[in-house]
């Protein structure tokens, strides 16, 4: 007849006999060891990047609530706007990324583009 004691020491031996198993396998223990590594990377970069895509293609904004599929609606906008071009040239004007400056827009004497 085994005690409660007994019992529960037992259980204690073979949970300890299976972890030292696992930790001795070199099988497992690299794959144990990497995992919460790749599920950190996940979460911190992959899930604000799909987040950041879906933003992308839906019509969210700051003040409203709704959030509606536009699809490349977004995109079509900024293309046809020239977005990028003005946005280009405020930096070129307000010398944000000098490094630009001659390849963007080519500067007269008086610091305006042309």
């Given amino acids: 007849m085994t005690s409660a004691i007994t019992g529960t020491a037992g259980k204690t031996r073979r949970r300890d006999r299976l972890l030292s198993r696992f930790a001795d396998n070199d099988r497992w223990l690299w794959r144990a060891m990497l995992?919460?590594?790749i599920l950190y990377i996940g979460l911190?970069?992959?899930f604000p990047f799909l987040?950041?895509?879906y933003y992308s293609v839906s019509s969210v904004t700051v003040a409203?609530?709704?959030v509606h599929f536009v699809g490349l609606e977004n995109f079509r906008r900024i293309v046809e706007r020239h977005v990028l071009a003005f946005a280009a040239e405020y930096d070129c004007h307000h010398g944000r990324f000098p490094v630009l400056r001659p390849r963007v827009c080519q500067h007269?004497?008086?610091g305006t583009c042309r």
Wanted: aromatic share 0%; no cysteine.
């Fill in 35 to 37: 995992a919460p590594a």
């Fill in 108 to 110: 007269s004497g008086d």
């Fill in 44 to 46: 911190l970069v992959g």
């Fill in 64 to 66: 409203s609530q709704d």
């Fill in 51 to 53: 987040l950041s895509l």
